[in-house]
Structure formats: structure tokens, C-alpha cells
């Protein structure tokens, strides 16, 4: 079983900043693609930002792309999600998710609860 845990979210003001970590941890010897989603009240989950095993490649959505950086951490199988300059339509619950680099949740294999990300006017 793998544990995935988000941390970092909170509130924040239009045109600020976070960092989101994730650290998924466990009886596991696999380095894991990892990727971060989000979903706000109303609507569905929805791809933000992927990075593969070795943190040669990313993926990021066309909503957070050149505001928001995925990277991996030292530590095997975290990865951090910078976003800057933050709009009121970032606000969602972020997951952390492990096991692949797509940007189709189903292709996941782990979850974690998610962080709240409130942007504020």
C-alpha cells in the first residue's frame, strides 16, 4: 500500500503564490510519475501538472502553464507544485496523485485527501 499526502494549501491573495508538497510513502521500492489535479465545487477533477519518475519531463495544463512549476523533491517520491501568480479561479482542492504522467486521472493508481486552495480577492 502506497499513502499519498498533500500539504501546503491555504489562503492566499489574487496574484500570490504557494507551494503545494506531496509525499507518497510505503512499502514501495518503485519511483513513481506523479501528478497533481484539482477540482472546485460544482465541477470535475481536472489535470493540472504532471512530472515523470525521473523529473525529465512535465506536463502542465494550459490554465497553470507558465504561472505554475511541478518539480521532484530529494526525497524519493515527493514532488512540489510552485504557483504563482494565483487567480480567484485557481481556488479548488488539490490531490497529489502516484503512478503515472498523464493527465487522465483514471490512469492513477494512488490518491491522496487533497489540500483546499482558496484565492481571494
Known amino acids: 500500500q502506497v499513502n499519498v499526502v498533500e500539504s501546503g494549501g491555504g489562503l492566499v491573495q489574487a496574484g500570490g503564490s504557494l507551494r503545494l508538497s506531496c509525499a507518497a510513502s510505503?512499502?514501495?521500492?518503485?519511483?513513481?510519475?506523479m501528478g497533481w489535479f484539482r477540482q472546485a465545487p460544482g465541477k470535475e477533477r481536472e489535470f493540472v501538472a504532471a512530472?515523470?519518475?525521473?523529473?525529465?519531463?512535465?506536463t502542465y495544463a494550459d490554465s497553470v502553464k507558465g504561472r505554475s512549476t511541478i518539480s521532484r523533491g530529494n526525497a524519493r517520491n515527493t514532488v512540489y507544485l510552485q504557483m504563482n501568480r494565483l487567480k480567484l479561479e485557481d481556488t479548488a482542492v488539490y490531490y497529489c496523485?502516484?503512478?503515472?504522467?498523464?493527465?487522465?486521472?483514471?490512469?492513477?493508481?494512488?490518491w491522496g485527501q487533497g489540500t483546499q486552495v482558496t484565492v481571494s480577492s
Open positions: 496523485a502516484a503512478g503515472s504522467a498523464s493527465v487522465s486521472p483514471v490512469l492513477y493508481r494512488y
Open positions: 510505503g512499502r514501495t521500492s518503485s519511483t513513481y510519475s
Open positions: 512530472i515523470n519518475w525521473s523529473g525529465v519531463s512535465t
